[in-house]
């Protein structure tokens, strides 16, 4: 089964109150490197014209991204409550 495949069996409970990961955008603007695009398995970062966008929606909850950043851009912590990724199938 694909990363894909599986990623769309998941459920996510949001909280649009709270972003549970946050990312410093001055930093992000001069990173050269953007390991967190490739480092994602959810695809939560993504480069449009040269410029970092992020969304904390469809995260996983892997912690990945808080490693693969280098520069200190990364605040992550969980979801609040119940809030956050519903894994179906374990
Ligand atoms: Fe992506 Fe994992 Fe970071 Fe969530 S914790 S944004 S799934 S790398």
Redesign the pocket.
């Given at each position: 089964m694909k990363i894909e495949e599986k990623l769309s069996l998941l459920n996510y409970k949001t909280d649009r109150s709270y972003a549970h990961?946050t990312i410093d955008p001055d930093i992000c603007a001069g990173c050269p490197d953007h390991f967190?695009v490739f480092?994602?398995?959810?695809n939560?970062?993504t480069l449009i014209n040269g410029k970092l966008n992020f969304k904390?929606e469809d995260?996983?909850?892997?912690?990945?991204?808080?490693i693969?950043c280098s520069h200190g851009s990364v605040k992550?912590t969980l979801p609040k409550g119940d809030n956050g990724v519903i894994y179906k199938y374990g």
């Open positions: 990961i967190c480092a994602c398995p959810a939560c970062y904390y995260c996983v909850e892997c912690g990945t991204c808080d693969a992550w």
